[in-house]
């Protein structure tokens, strides 16, 4: 039995939209929730429904087989219907929230609300700040539509003449960005604070966008474009990967339209003339909406009333790093955790200064798969080099969504003299590595740091992730053994400690599920405990319904996606799994095996996912330390019986909150935070 994993992520967005819906959510993160569960459902129709419309449009027999016992476009039908149910879930719980800001004395309003000093306001911004930003382009039936890009919002404008014969169409870009917000404060009442979308200020300003024209009526609809999000590279092997890179881009930026989403207010033949010339058929690629879209800016509202934000606390420091001291000298006595973003991302950014200036580091080997804006990671790169260092970067080219960052960092790096690299033709780098290499007496020593998250100091911040710190010979040996591998790809990697995808991870929690069936069948106690974002890998599923059958207990923390049916009698009885989603995002990954009371528990940079195990480079460490486990253990222990945040899996699609027997409310992110607290 295994779920569809396309209607599984669409029930974790359901829990997102569920953080938005719960009251006991700070009001103004209940609003950037609306826009983070917007942001994920847009990835999610350029990604995933852009491949099931290809698929069901495919006229070849080979391409149009069952996709978990649905056709292509039963599926998509399937899928349309759960968005379009989310969809007006979302607009009831936002309309809510704004009810409730008005009680709180914020109000959005829009053009026909303005009182006159409001409006002079909004035609003096749109004079500053707008009106040099627009684009007008005017439509004829008889003429090709203008390239419009997708990741943007469009108002699509119709003006008709005094005889109401003569009607003229247009398509602005509102010009979003950092210069020119999609919010604008306005001056407001004493006791209230108004705020206009960027959008309506636009409205307001049809007459002097348009005032060429003769027209007795103006009006504009919003509408948002998705294209197709697939990255496609070209075989010319007279260019570089870079070149290729840049083309793949910008033919990304122009795949084909695979729908348009558009205010219902919108008058028929302007919506016709729109779809026409994007090619789209009112039966798949056309959905109305609101007002208002690309609401994945809810999540940069201004934060007008601090009160109603979230207050976190400040990341604490490990209690084995103390202020301006060495972490090398402590890593070299014992192995150091961290759990961001309970603890600081500054270590792990001191770890790499300090090797910066080290005069016996002599290399510095590290892998980047998505990074900050203004990287502080980068800078220190770019200062270890300048300090005499041999620094190598694997940045992964191929991070969705990161390909440009990630090229603009290649190319700064290599002109401050770091030696970049691009891994593996075909095969995604995902593992997050460091190795630094120090001359000690005779010797070269290695300190090395594997993580489950990307090092990226702004994430780390609201990322539940894992990092540990080690100088044990066996897992540097291994972490050297990557390096060199992924520098020259020709060689094999052959690791003591280390589980590595594509080579051995999936053989090495397949036979450890196995141990502990035997165990099972001993009648001796056997567990896996186990930490996930996505678990949709069918043949990891099925061993687990395997140990299950065996008498294997066995717990199942997953975010996101999640194939497997927990609780079918027979098949799955002894697997019980829950989700939490809460205001940091649940991303460490995490399995634990019983193994006869000598437990073995690893951390992971990999789902439990086909590309995860199969064509990725993923790394698996484990934690030898005993006071590391222990910590493990606990931290697990909290989540597993989280009563508050923690959503009950057993249903697909329920998503209802785990209900338990502890009369205590434990919301674990919380907890675990007291947890390091008092440790």
Not at 181 to 192: A, M, Q, W, Y
Not at 542 to 560: D, F, P
Request: glycine share 4%; proline share 3%; net charge positive.
């Amino acid at each position: 039995m295994i779920n569809n994993r396309e209607t599984s992520w669409l029930s974790f967005n359901q829990r997102v939209l569920q953080e938005a819906q719960d009251k006991t959510v700070p009001l103004m993160q209940r609003l950037r929730f609306l826009g983070i569960f917007s942001n994920n459902l847009d990835e999610f129709i350029k990604v995933r429904i852009a491949n099931i419309v290809k698929l069901a449009q495919c006229k070849s027999s080979k391409n149009r087989k069952m996709i978990d016992h649905y056709t292509a476009r039963e599926l998509l039908e399937l899928l349309n219907n759960q968005i379009n149910s989310l969809q007006k879930n979302f607009s009831d719980t936002y309309a809510e929230i704004l009810t409730e800001m008005e009680s709180k004395g914020i109000y959005v309003i829009n053009e026909s609300q303005l009182d006159r000093e409001q409006e002079a306001f909004c035609r003096n911004y749109f004079s500053k700040v707008i009106s040099m930003r627009l684009v007008p382009l005017i439509l004829r039936k008889s003429t090709k539509m203008p390239f419009l890009p997708d990741n943007n919002i469009y108002h699509a404008v119709k003006m008709r003449g005094k005889d109401c014969v003569q009607v003229k169409y247009a398509v602005i870009r509102i010009p979003v960005s950092p210069a020119c917000p999609r919010f604008v404060e306005l001056p407001s009442k004493t006791g209230r604070k108004d705020i206009i979308f960027l959008d309506d200020v636009i409205r307001l300003c049809l007459d002097e966008i348009f005032f060429m024209f003769k027209y007795s009526e103006i009006e504009a609809f919003t509408f948002k474009l998705m294209r197709d999000a697939e990255l496609t590279m070209d075989d010319d092997i007279s260019k570089s990967l870079i070149e290729k890179m840049e083309d793949g881009i910008e033919n990304r930026l122009h795949g084909r339209p695979i729908r348009l989403i558009y205010d219902n207010q919108m008058p028929a033949d302007l919506l016709d003339i729109i779809a026409s010339k994007l090619k789209l058929s009112k039966n798949e690629g056309l959905a109305g909406g609101g007002r208002y879209h690309l609401m994945r800016d809810l999540m940069k509202f201004p934060k007008v009333s601090p009160e109603l934000e979230n207050s976190n606390p400040p990341a604490l420091q490990h209690p084995s790093i103390k202020p301006y001291s060495s972490i090398l000298n402590v890593i070299r006595k014992k192995d150091v955790f961290l759990n961001y973003p309970y603890h600081t991302f500054n270590h792990f950014i001191d770890f790499l200064r300090e090797a910066a200036i080290d005069p016996k580091v002599e290399s510095i080997y590290i892998t980047l798969y998505r990074t900050a804006d203004s990287s502080k990671v980068i800078n220190t790169l770019i200062n270890a080099v300048k300090n005499g260092k041999n620094v190598v970067v694997l940045i992964e080219l191929f991070a969705r969504f990161e390909e440009e960052k990630n090229m603009e960092y290649t190319e700064l790096l290599h002109r401050e003299g770091v030696k970049v690299i691009h891994g593996i033709q075909g095969v995604k780098v995902h593992s997050k590595l460091v190795l630094i290499e120090r001359k000690e007496g005779n010797k070269t020593k290695g300190y090395a740091c594997i993580g489950t998250g990307n090092f990226n100091e702004v994430t780390a911040q609201i990322y539940v992730d894992y990092a540990l710190f080690t100088c044990n010979p066996f897992i540097v040996s291994d972490v050297r053994s990557i390096f060199d591998f992924l520098l020259n790809t020709h060689k094999q990697v052959h690791c003591q400690k280390l589980m590595m995808s594509p080579y051995s991870m999936r053989e090495q929690l397949k036979k450890m599920i196995l141990q502990e069936i035997k165990h099972a069948q001993k009648g001796e106690k056997a567990c896996i405990y186990a930490k996930f974002n996505s678990l949709t890998d069918e043949g990891m599923i099925k061993l687990l319904y395997k140990a299950s059958q065996a008498g294997v207990e066995i717990r199942l923390i997953v975010r996101g996606a999640i194939c497997l049916q927990p609780q079918v009698k027979g098949l799955s009885e002894n697997i019980k799994a829950v989700s939490i989603v809460d205001k940091y995002l649940e991303h460490a990954r995490l399995v634990l095996f019983g193994n006869g009371g000598n437990e073995k528990i690893y951390i992971l940079s990999a789902d439990l996912m086909r590309r995860n195990l199969d064509y990725r480079v993923e790394v698996g460490v484990p934690i030898l330390d005993k006071n590391i486990k222990e910590t493990l253990k606990n931290v697990f222990n909290i989540q597993w019986n989280d009563n508050v945040k923690a959503r009950d899996l057993n249903i697909c699609g329920n998503n209802n909150y785990v209900k338990n027997d502890n009369k205590q409310q434990i919301r674990s992110q919380i907890a675990v935070y007291e947890y390091y607290k008092n440790e």
